[in-house]
């Protein structure tokens, strides 16, 4: 098995739950038979995992020798057990007070605050330990890190240079003044660091790749192939190493050799799914995808009807761009794969991206014919079915999914808006009310009954405060924000309302609904120039070509014409 930096950087944590390696089980001056028993109690009650109990005897034996900072440090670790950070450092801070040469708590005190987040402090109290025991190896790893990560590349330098010297054998400290030495620029400088990483810990996976990186950089074709060939001989199985050489001669007009790769990687995905999986994991995730096309057409060569390859080329060609090719491969995703339900749910909205309902609709309908359906393709299968105008279809459909998972939060909203795009108001409030007993911070929910109570002029009171309770979560929400102005409207709050909608169209200026509620705002203030400049800008946001809006376009204009008309 290979030897990775992650699992030696783990290693570097220490571990609170043995006794400090430069302790010894020593007592202050006052410390009696009585202290060293309730030590020894407290310590056996650990092991049994009483740690409550165990804390309580810790500070009993403190009371018994108060000047032992090792029992302070036991009751340190004691509170971490428990999980309680506050108490623990408290009792380290006490300890670095009195003795702040204390390597232990130091050490303590600077992973709580690395944890906490609190670098500074971290940082300081890894230095103090360094100065009072350089010989702390793993305190430099940890020091470093921190640099790193802040990017501070001169200090991380000096940090690891003084590892080395301290310690010439740490490959640790070697690797990463070859990282920050390639970071720099200076290449040669980096690529001796790694040779010496390797020469002291051969096992080691990272310093062959970093190597990798390096020679390409400066175009060394040789070497590249060499640490390429280096690392198949260790491991002719490392699929990162055989998809990256295959690449890489792909990209330099070797394509047979390529090719020769690719297709071996494709007959080996027949038998080993790890395969795709690394695949996925290196170059998908990593949203490489136009090496992940390069990988699967080859691959896909020798297992044409591969579904994992088929399934990740439909996801490579789609994030690429190529929607009819994306779709094209999706279907060659067998029925009894693994990525069959995601492969359908794909297409279908592909089909939805290209304005294509019916085709997203008609896929759908076809896969819940051929697979056991889940509540999620009845929750799509209606969605469409409502974008596509089908209220009565969309709602049978959700009722199915609900049939499979009665508690399913996304299927029982979706319902309550066919039913009030079917003008059943009152069944709509019933599944929404349903959405907020399953889900009491449900956002969506929340707003939508808020905003149908102030349409419907009732529960004002409870409708604004479902609304607040939403605004608390997305408290920049246009819409929101919109809903909370039009129930102040309602109330004949009209200060509140005029507040709040300014808002509203502040967040969302072209939303026409938002404009005609401004303008009717203004109108019940008796504003009527600013109700009419506010009617005017919401219909030439009016999308006029939906044969469902038209009506809310026509409503505008017939307030601007009754303006217009009082005005003459």
Same mark, same amino acid.
Not at 224 to 245: Q, S
Not at 327 to 352: P, T
Not at 401 to 408: A, V
Not at 464 to 470: D, F, N, P, Q, T
């Given at each position: 098995?290979a030897?990775?930096?992650?699992?030696?950087?783990?290693?570097?944590?220490?571990a609170?739950?043995?006794?400090?390696?430069?302790?010894?089980?020593?007592?202050?001056?006052?410390?009696?038979?009585?202290?060293?028993?309730?030590?020894?109690a407290?310590e056996?009650?650990? !092991?049994?995992?009483n740690?409550?109990?165990? /804390?309580?005897?810790?500070q +009993?034996a403190?009371q018994?020798d108060?000047k032992?900072?090792y029992?302070?440090?036991?009751?340190?670790?004691?509170?971490?057990l428990?999980?309680d950070?506050? &108490? /623990?450092?408290?009792?380290?801070?006490?300890?670095?007070?009195?003795?702040?040469?204390?390597?232990?708590?130091l050490?303590?005190?600077?992973?709580i605050?690395?944890g906490?987040?609190?670098?500074?402090?971290?940082k300081?109290?890894?230095?103090?330990?360094?100065?009072?025991?350089?010989?702390q190896?793993? @305190?430099?790893?940890?020091?470093?890190?921190?640099?790193?990560?802040?990017?501070k590349?001169?200090?991380?330098l000096?940090v690891?240079?003084?590892l080395?010297?301290?310690f010439?054998?740490s490959?640790?400290?070697?690797?990463?003044?070859?990282?920050?030495?390639?970071?720099?620029? &200076?290449?040669?400088?980096?690529?001796m660091?790694?040779k010496?990483?390797?020469?002291?810990?051969?096992?080691?996976?990272?310093?062959y790749?970093?190597l990798l990186?390096?020679?390409?950089?400066q175009g060394?074709q040789?070497?590249?192939l060499?640490?390429?060939?280096?690392?198949? #001989?260790?491991?002719?199985g490392?699929?990162e190493?055989?998809m990256?050489?295959?690449?890489?001669y792909?990209?330099h007009g070797? @394509?047979? &050799?390529a090719?020769?790769?690719?297709?071996e990687?494709?007959?080996?995905?027949q038998?080993?799914?790890?395969?795709?999986?690394?695949l996925?994991?290196s170059?998908l995730?990593?949203?490489?995808?136009? %090496?992940?096309?390069?990988?699967?057409?080859?691959?896909? *060569?020798?297992?044409?009807?591969?579904?994992?390859?088929?399934?990740?080329?439909?996801v490579?060609?789609?994030?690429?761009?190529? *929607?009819?090719a994306?779709?094209l491969?999706?279907?060659k995703?067998?029925v009894?794969?693994?990525?069959?339900?995601?492969a359908?749910?794909?297409?279908a909205f592909?089909? +939805?991206?290209?304005h +294509?309902?019916?085709?997203?609709?008609?896929?759908?309908?076809? /896969?819940?014919?051929?697979?056991p359906p889940?509540a999620?393709?009845?929750l799509?299968?209606?969605?469409?079915y409502?974008?596509?105008?089908?209220l009565k279809?969309?709602?049978?459909?959700?009722l199915k999914?609900?049939?499979?998972?009665p508690g399913?939060? !996304?299927i029982?909203?979706?319902?309550?808006?066919?039913?009030?795009?079917q003008?059943d108001?009152? /069944?709509?409030?019933?599944?929404?009310?349903?959405?907020?007993?399953? %889900?009491?911070s449900?956002?969506?929910?929340?707003?939508?009954?808020g905003? $149908?109570?102030?349409e419907?002029?009732v529960e004002?009171d409870?409708?604004?405060?479902?609304v607040?309770r939403?605004?608390?979560?997305?408290?920049?929400?246009?819409?929101?924000t919109?809903?909370?102005g039009?129930?102040?409207?309602k109330?004949?709050?009209?200060?509140q309302?005029?507040?709040?909608?300014?808002?509203?169209?502040?967040?969302?200026?072209?939303?026409? $609904?938002?404009?005609?509620?401004?303008?009717d705002?203004?109108?019940?203030?008796?504003?009527?120039?600013?109700?009419?400049?506010?009617?005017?800008?919401s219909l *030439?946001?009016?999308?006029?070509?939906?044969?469902?809006?038209?009506g809310?376009?026509?409503?505008? #204009?017939? !307030?601007?014409?009754?303006?217009?008309?009082?005005k003459?």
């Amino acid at each position: 098995m290979a030897l990775t930096l992650a699992a030696v950087l783990i290693g570097c944590a220490p571990a609170w739950k043995r006794p400090p390696a430069n302790e010894s089980y020593t007592f202050g001056k006052s410390a009696t038979a009585r202290g060293y028993s309730l030590f020894m109690a407290s310590e056996l009650e650990m !092991k049994k995992g009483n740690l409550d109990r165990a /804390a309580v005897l810790m500070q +009993q034996a403190i009371q018994a020798d108060p000047k032992s900072p090792y029992l302070q440090f036991q009751l340190a670790v004691l509170y971490l057990l428990q999980r309680d950070q506050t &108490k /623990a450092l408290q009792v380290i801070e006490g300890i670095i007070e009195t003795h702040p040469s204390y390597v232990d708590a130091l050490m303590m005190l600077g992973r709580i605050s690395q944890g906490q987040g609190r670098m500074q402090t971290a940082k300081k109290a890894y230095h103090r330990v360094l100065s009072v025991d350089p010989a702390q190896k793993d @305190v430099y790893a940890l020091l470093g890190k921190i640099y790193l990560d802040e990017g501070k590349l001169d200090q991380a330098l000096h940090v690891y240079q003084q590892l080395v010297k301290q310690f010439p054998d740490s490959y640790l400290g070697h690797f990463f003044i070859g990282k920050i030495f390639a970071e720099k620029g &200076k290449l040669d400088a980096a690529e001796m660091e790694f040779k010496e990483t390797l020469a002291l810990a051969p096992d080691l996976e990272e310093p062959y790749y970093e190597l990798l990186e390096l020679y390409k950089r400066q175009g060394k074709q040789d070497k590249t192939l060499g640490i390429y060939k280096a690392i198949l #001989e260790r491991n002719p199985g490392d699929l990162e190493a055989l998809m990256g050489l295959g690449l890489y001669y792909h990209h330099h007009g070797a @394509v047979h &050799k390529a090719d020769v790769i690719f297709q071996e990687l494709g007959r080996r995905s027949q038998q080993n799914r790890i395969v795709a999986a690394q695949l996925a994991s290196s170059y998908l995730d990593r949203e490489a995808y136009a %090496d992940a096309m390069v990988i699967l057409k080859g691959m896909l *060569k020798a297992a044409p009807r591969n579904s994992d390859l088929n399934y990740l080329m439909g996801v490579a060609e789609d994030a690429s761009g190529n *929607k009819k090719a994306a779709i094209l491969y999706l279907k060659k995703v067998a029925v009894d794969s693994d990525f069959y339900h995601n492969a359908v749910l794909h297409i279908a909205f592909l089909y +939805q991206d290209a304005h +294509q309902i019916s085709k997203a609709i008609g896929f759908l309908e076809k /896969a819940v014919a051929k697979i056991p359906p889940t509540a999620d393709l009845y929750l799509y299968l209606g969605s469409f079915y409502e974008e596509n105008g089908q209220l009565k279809k969309a709602e049978a459909a959700f009722l199915k999914g609900l049939k499979i998972d009665p508690g399913n939060v !996304k299927i029982h909203f979706r319902l309550g808006v066919d039913y009030d795009k079917q003008g059943d108001r009152q /069944a709509s409030i019933r599944q929404m009310k349903r959405v907020i007993q399953l %889900d009491p911070s449900h956002t969506s929910a929340l707003n939508y009954l808020g905003y $149908t109570y102030a349409e419907m002029g009732v529960e004002l009171d409870q409708a604004e405060k479902m609304v607040l309770r939403a605004l608390k979560n997305e408290p920049n929400d246009g819409y929101i924000t919109d809903s909370l102005g039009w129930i102040y409207f309602k109330k004949g709050q009209l200060k509140q309302a005029i507040t709040t909608m300014k808002k509203a169209v502040s967040l969302l200026p072209d939303d026409p $609904t938002i404009l005609e509620h401004m303008g009717d705002v203004y109108l019940k203030a008796a504003e009527p120039n600013k109700a009419l400049e506010f009617y005017r800008r919401s219909l *030439k946001n009016q999308d006029k070509d939906n044969t469902r809006k038209r009506g809310a376009a026509k409503a505008v #204009e017939d !307030k601007i014409r009754s303006l217009t008309d009082r005005k003459k």
